[in-house]
């Protein structure tokens, strides 16, 4: 029986809250366990099996502690930028298809939908920290937004290589043409694009970037800034922070899979959709992590310089190659 519309969303909102509370709560525990392990130590043990109860507690801690707002601090703006930084990542998974069958919406527009949704996020850690009135805070909100708009451009340079190719900006429909074996996943279509592993190291990075993940966490940068742009949040002010933060990480690489590893499609054997893409994205934020802990936080102005002076120029030059080949052959 399919359930009328307005249950249906519903259903998928809840869905949605969930899974990103979730992946919020446990990939910190996988991020605390990797990052013992490649610093040899054991990471979180006491608090349930593994340490598998530890974002419980943490959690229920932060719920407990008291809502501060700074004395000289904007306090409506102050309260309403963590509300505004997380909105925007639960929209994204909105468009997001899982499977063949699961995703709560889909249209012609819904790439372009998630990067006009992504940009909010900027926008929402700025007010933060100019709403604390804390120099720190500030900084680093600025820095946020330098880098940002830096990164962006080569993002969508990189994006506009592969709709190109693709043809489409249905999230759906650019699976969907990488059916039919792993060698027809876009980022292995060299036939068609011979560039395309180019543009998915480009795109990576970026997304590095966009979701303010070392080695280009400058909307924190605790050795330097504090907290960055938030040392004045506390209790779940803080939290709903670094929800967003996982929220963005979750949607940026469930956008990798789906523009260059052929989304729900299995490379081999006759498991659900869902688990492949699963799989995948797990697998990409593995990466994220590992980056995070192997490589040390770049230097402001050396973060600006990669962007303007190497990935845009390789961006640039993927989509005129792109655009030539496509032209000719």
Known sequence: MTLPEPYRLLAYLVGILTFVGLNAAYLVWVER??????QRRPGPTEVGPEGLLQPIADALKLTSKQVLVPPQADRVLFRLAPLVVVAPAMMCLATVPFSAALGAMDFNLALVLVFALGSINVLAILLGGWASRNKYAIIAAARVVSQNVAYEVPMLLVVITLLMVTGTMSLREIVEQQAGGFWRWNILRLAANPLMPVTFVVFFICMLAETNRAPFDMAEAESELVAGAFT????MGFGVFFLAEYANIVVGCALATIL?????????GVLPGL??????LYLLIFTVIWVRWTFPRTQFYKLLNLSWKVLIPISLVTLVLTSAMLKLF
């Open 33 to 38: 366990k990797v990052a013992a392990r490649i």
């Open 232 to 235: 004045e949040y506390a209790g």
């Open 260 to 268: 260059f590893f052929g989304g729900w499609h299995s490379p081999v």
């Open 275 to 280: 688990f492949w893409f699963l799989l995948k």
